[in-house]
């Protein structure tokens, strides 16, 4: 109730502030943005695309890169047009999934057709139970991973359509590209209002929409429409307000501390952002898949919450020590220099 939905929409949004930034202070000095712009999309689809069939089915990168490519078509917008369309984008999927219902269609049945052909093909059980213990029997390895990775990509984005997920991310972009482009990330005492606003009525209806969602998500899953239409509306008013209520506890808190705060020692997980989005997938494949320990068909919720909060801790600690001498994490200094198409160096003085 609290967590799915909400954190991959602040990603989302980070991404839109980020996309923003370059694109304000590249005009700004006089530089192309665009160029810059698509050059860095570019190198984060090609991260991506590796990621995504090389390694890990569940990659976010290049899905967000290829949705970044159409941002420079809302640069020139209001901001009030931006949020409008924002917010119809944010609501977008009750009429996606309402016209699902009435021509009796499935978004993304044609890719997940697709994957099962692929795991039919290379000798992957196509029963549920069977997908749930493939990767992680007795034996398992390379072989089994590198089959059960040819298929992930379709079903990946099968699920991202029949999730709706294009137009959510590309309203969080947008809600971001505001958000950045009005530079309100530094100028937190004059948005306190706001920010309070959207506290209290995000979680006012975040919460109440959450319970309503959860309860459809573990009680009432794969619940034909037209009843799971309610939680396409639960979904859409839980995940949005809730993740905005968050940003702005934490910039309410950011601000009341003045930055001085005992919170600090996580931001060098975030200026690794990309670095630590990755090796989660390494730490994960290590940890449940045949290729490692492969934990993943032994061991239920109780161990992976707290697995998931170990490999968090490690993350802080490394991600702490490698800040102290490096100016960028390791893939956030490759992805510069590949976007500006120059040498940085990477120590600190």
């Not at 309860?215 to 307000?241: D, W």
């Not at 068909?297 to 490698?322: K, R």
């Amino acid at each position: 109730m609290f967590i799915n939905g909400k954190f991959y929409s602040l990603f989302s949004l980070l991404f839109g502030i980020g996309f923003s930034i370059i694109l304000v202070r590249n005009e700004a000095k006089g530089i192309n943005p665009l160029k810059i712009f698509y050059r860095r999309l570019f190198v984060l689809l090609l991260i991506g695309a590796i990621h995504l069939f090389v390694f890990w089915e569940g990659d976010i990168l290049m899905l967000y890169a290829m949705i970044g490519m159409v941002l420079p078509l809302f640069r020139k917008m209001t901001d009030k047009t931006l949020i409008t369309i924002a917010i119809t984008l944010i609501l977008s999927p009750l009429v996606i999934d309402l016209i699902s219902v009435l021509l009796n269609i499935s978004l993304g049945a044609g890719l997940e057709g697709l994957a099962m052909k692929i795991d039919q093909h290379n000798g992957l059980p196509l029963s549920k139970e069977g997908y749930a213990t493939y990767l992680y029997k007795e034996g398992a390895g390379w072989r089994e991973w590198r089959n059960w990775e040819l298929s992930g990509w379709a079903y990946r984005y099968s699920y991202i359509l029949h999730s709706n997920r294009i137009p959510k991310v590309l309203a969080l972009f947008l809600l971001g590209f505001v958000v950045g482009r009005n530079m309100m990330f530094a100028k937190l005492e004059e948005h306190i209002g706001l920010l309070k606003k959207l506290r209290f009525w995000g979680l006012l209806i975040g919460i109440p929409m959450g319970i309503v969602s959860f309860y459809f998500e573990i009680f009432r899953k794969g619940v034909p429409h037209p009843e799971g239409l309610i939680h396409t509306a639960a979904y859409a008013f839980s995940v949005v307000p809730m993740s905005l209520a968050y940003a702005s506890i934490i910039c309410l808190y950011w601000h009341r501390k003045n930055g001085q705060t005992r919170l600090r020692f996580l931001a060098p997980v975030g200026q690794m952002a990309l670095t630590n989005y990755l090796m989660q997938t390494f730490f994960g494949i290590f940890i449940y898949y045949g290729v490692g320990l492969g934990l993943g068909g032994n061991i239920g919720p109780t161990i992976f919450f707290p697995a998931g909060i170990a490999v968090y801790v490690i993350q802080i600690l490394y991600s702490n020590w490698w800040m102290r001498h490096f100016r960028f994490g390791p893939m956030e200094w490759i992805w510069r220099q590949l976007t500006y198409g120059t040498r940085l160096p990477i120590r600190k003085q």
